[in-house]
């Protein structure tokens, strides 16, 4: 087993300054710190997907999917728009959903949640999230969901104060740390 911390990537479906998913994320990666290094990855330099640049990508794409190779795991947080997941967030996976058969995607272990103003807390918009990445092919953590209402409430000064709500996630995150060791166990016993 590798010594190296696990590498964790936060990706947030929302570009607002003042974002309540992006607030959570940045919480999650401070509370994570002792257990794997997190970094958030903004999407605000993603273009809009063209499948013409599948095997060209612009610069930022290649980061982005770089990025996501490079990461043991990754965390998608995402807001509802009208009961789906934010435009921003779906063009991004469509770019890290190619090339096809090799998407740095495919095969990744990924761990989901929503949070959004509503009682609702964007879980809608995280089922839609869910079935894309199954159409990916990602390796999506099966567990109670992250919704999490109220975000206004639960988020001061781009932070989340709520400490319920940071320990079920918590726990959300070590589970898929599980799932990543058990994957490279599993990879270590093949190769
Ligand atoms: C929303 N919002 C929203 N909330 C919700 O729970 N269900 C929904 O369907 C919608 N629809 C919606 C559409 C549009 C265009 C906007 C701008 C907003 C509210 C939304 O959840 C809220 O703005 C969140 O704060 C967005 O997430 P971030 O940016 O805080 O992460």
Redesign the pocket.
């Known amino acids: 087993m590798s010594t190296q911390p696990l590498r964790l990537l936060g990706i947030?479906?929302?570009?607002?300054a003042?974002?309540?998913?992006?607030?959570?994320l940045h919480s999650l990666a401070e509370a994570v710190d002792q257990e794997a290094k997190m970094l958030v990855y903004p999407l605000n330099d993603i273009p809009l997907y063209n499948s013409d640049h599948d095997h060209t990508p612009p610069a930022a794409v290649q980061d982005f999917r770089q990025a996501i190779a490079y990461a043991d795991g990754i965390i998608l947080?995402?807001?509802?728009?009208?009961?789906?997941m934010?435009g921003v967030l779906k063009n991004a996976l469509d770019w890290a959903s190619r090339p096809y058969g090799s998407a740095s995607l495919k095969g990744k272990p990924t761990l989901t949640l929503s949070?959004?103003?509503?009682?609702?807390?964007?879980?809608?918009?995280q089922a839609q999230l869910t079935e894309t990445l199954m159409g990916i092919g990602a390796y999506i953590t099966i567990r109670p969901q992250i919704v999490i209402?109220s975000?206004?409430e639960r988020?001061k000064d781009g932070r989340l104060v709520d400490t319920d709500t940071l320990d079920f996630m918590l726990e959300a995150v070590r589970h898929l740390i599980a799932n990543i060791e058990e994957r490279q166990d599993n990879l270590a016993k093949v190769a």
């Open positions: 947030s479906g929302s570009l607002r003042g974002s309540f998913n992006t607030a959570i947080a995402t807001p509802e728009y009208n009961y789906g934010s949070s959004s103003p509503a009682a609702t807390g964007g879980v809608r918009a209402s975000a206004h988020v």
